[in-house]
């Protein structure tokens, strides 16, 4: 099945810019030839950020990433929503500002990955590594981080509202501003002050 670039266009694509969309099929596209090689491809390049776009107005179906090796990777700002990438490595990658929004990322391996700004909103991070990773100022609302391996994890100004935290291991994070799920145990050496996690003295 063919699907001109006027069709493509009539999918009205306002967040992603005209000249990418051309880019990603300059000659319409060809579903048989939207391989998971395609979608790897298209993901390790400018145009990651019409992914998810592209997914969601049915323009193409979303290939399994599960087991994928994307380590030190240049994935920012990638629209990765509700992707599989479980057991997935990322070590080392750059998603800072990526939607990873109701993505699964069981199991998978961010050490020292950048994650600054991304938004894991109902994400399933179970049992994920995330040792030295960035997430400052990231979004963990309603993730599902049962455990999940944070140690010596930057969550400065990190959301965690709802978020399921069962045996996830924060040893040594920076949690200074974080906005950390009610009722849930504190950890150790941290205090809540005005809503937000604070360094006990």
Do not use: Y
Not at 43 to 55: K, Q, T
Not at 85 to 114: F, H, M, P
Not at 189 to 199: A, D, F, I, V
């Amino acid at each position: 099945m063919k699907i001109t670039f006027e069709d493509i266009m009539a999918k009205d694509p306002c967040e992603f810019p005209e000249h990418l969309v051309h880019e990603m099929f300059p000659n319409g596209l060809e579903l048989a030839d939207w391989t998971p090689e395609k979608q790897r491809e298209v993901l390790l390049s400018e145009l990651r950020i019409g992914l998810g776009w592209a997914v969601r107005v049915g323009l193409v179906p979303l290939w399994s990433m599960a087991g994928w090796d994307l380590s030190g990777a240049d994935l920012k700002n990638a629209d990765l929503m509700e992707t599989n990438l479980v057991r997935a490595k990322l070590i080392g990658s750059d998603l800072t500002d990526a939607r990873l929004d109701g993505a699964n990322l069981g199991d998978a391996e961010l050490t020292d990955t950048l994650l600054a700004g991304a938004d894991f909103t109902d994400a399933r991070l179970e049992g994920a590594q995330f040792t030295r990773a960035d997430l400052a100022g990231a979004t963990l609302a309603g993730a599902n981080l049962k455990k999940a391996g944070l140690s010596e994890a930057c969550l400065s100004r990190a959301t965690l509202v709802h978020a399921a935290l069962d045996h996830a291991d924060f040893t040594g994070a920076d949690l200074e501003g974080a906005v950390w799920p009610e009722g849930m145990e504190l950890p150790q050496g941290w205090k809540r002050s005005n809503g937000l996690l604070q360094r006990e003295q």
